[in-house]
């Protein structure tokens, strides 16, 4: 089952867009371990956390998937700061503001993101059920495995119906 959430930002997901996916790459973690360092250089006192399946060191996209949490009335203090460091933000979101760009060929989104937010909770959360939890974590690398061949939409649609499980949404 998911959520209505979910379901629009699915709707947004081009049909025909096939996954790829890669095994662990170490490099990433150290492209993210820099990135984290320009942002603890500007903004030291905000929490920032290395989320995905790059940190789990298991098979992704080669996506660097970076948050740096900041209640949404405090975004703006931040932005300029972020700004000195990623240039203009690629979106505003309702909760977050996100730059995205490629370093070495990683699909890297950087977020300023509500850490109150049902979403960002249940993101956090998710990331470290798996991270606590071999079992778990191997069942969602077979997914992320088994998804070599699918759509985007099919995947994400697979992802989300597993966090939803783990979660215990369903």
Not at 110 to 127: G, H, M, R, S
Not at 156 to 162: A, D, I, L, N
């Amino acid at each position: 089952m998911l959520t209505e959430g979910q379901i629009k930002y699915l709707a947004k997901v081009p049909d025909d867009q096939k996954m790829v996916v890669k095994p662990f790459n170490p490099r990433g973690l150290e492209i993210a371990e820099q990135i984290i360092a320009n942002i603890k250089a500007v903004e030291p006192k905000l929490e920032v956390m290395l989320l995905g399946s790059l940190p789990l060191r298991i098979s992704g996209q080669e996506d660097i998937d970076i948050s740096a949490f900041c209640i949404k009335s405090e975004q703006s203090k931040h932005v300029d700061n972020f700004k000195k460091v990623f240039g203009e933000p690629t979106s505003y979101g309702n909760n977050s503001i996100k730059w995205s760009f490629i370093k070495e060929g990683f699909s890297i989104d950087v977020w300023l993101t509500d850490p109150t937010v049902e979403t960002t909770k249940a993101q956090v959360k998710v990331f470290n059920l798996l991270k606590n939890n071999p079992k778990l974590l191997k069942e969602y690398e077979q997914i992320k495995e088994n998804a070599k061949d699918l759509t985007c939409k099919k995947y994400q649609t697979r992802k989300y119906e597993f966090f939803n499980r783990i979660l215990g949404l369903n």
